[in-house]
């Protein structure tokens, strides 16, 4: 699988002979198979990439990611929205709380820290900690799916999570779940930022000066 180093990018044609070696069209169970009898299994499901689909459609290059949230939830039917946000971006899971409200949804918001787990509970020492020598709460994504699905969300969105604890909660979300804000302090939560310099600013950085374009992914 080296999709991302693939030049020919020719996933629709009909001709594998057209695709690289790796190219998962070849293989004897392709991954279109594999959706097609997901969809047919679970009708949910194909619900929602019709609504995804859609929302691409008619929002792409016009809408916000906001926009593109909310247009999403209404072809899906959903009208309870869940927040799951990092203390750190409070004012932010603010504004979207109203901004949903005024659109008509029912909001509920779990903040990362809710459950009150030290730290130390987890077994991490004191100069592990973010800030050696306080009492810190360990950011609970478990408890805050926990509270959402208790809120009865059908819908939830991830703001600011940290790395991994995004991973815990959309593992533990019962309800279909999107990401608008990825947590970035350095960059003003703009992660893309550090790719587009990874061969300038960032170069050292991310050791970016040993990567090399390939012509075919082969």
């Not at 959706?35 to 619900?47: E, L, M, V, Y």
């Not at 659109?103 to 100069?127: L, Q, T």
Request: overall charge neutral; charged content about 20%.
């Amino acid at each position: 699988m080296k999709c991302a180093l693939c030049a020919r990018r020719v996933c629709g044609t009909k001709d594998i002979q057209e695709t690289p070696e790796f190219c998962p069209l070849r293989w004897q169970e392709t991954p279109g198979q594999i959706a097609r009898q997901a969809f047919s299994t679970n009708p949910s499901h194909k619900s929602l990439a019709i609504a995804a689909a859609h929302v691409e459609a008619e929002g792409y290059c016009k809408w916000s990611r906001v926009e593109e949230t909310m247009e999403f939830a209404r072809k899906c039917g959903f009208t309870k929205i869940g927040i799951a946000f990092c203390g750190g971006l409070h004012h932010e899971a603010r504004l979207l709380d109203g901004i949903l409200r005024q659109n008509g949804f029912e909001v509920y918001s779990a903040v990362c820290s809710c459950g009150g787990i030290r730290k130390e509970e987890m077994g991490i020492k004191n100069e592990e900690k973010v800030r050696p020598g306080t009492d810190e709460i360990m950011c609970n994504p478990v408890g805050q799916a926990f509270v959402l699905q208790q809120a009865g969300t059908e819908f939830n969105v991830v703001v600011g999570l940290c790395v991994g604890h995004d991973s815990l909660f959309l593992m533990h979300s019962k309800a279909p779940t999107t990401v608008l804000v990825a947590k970035d302090r350095v960059l003003a939560h703009n992660p893309v930022g550090a790719l587009y310099t990874s061969h300038g600013y960032y170069k050292q950085k991310l050791g970016s000066h040993s990567i090399c374009d390939s012509s075919d992914g082969e």
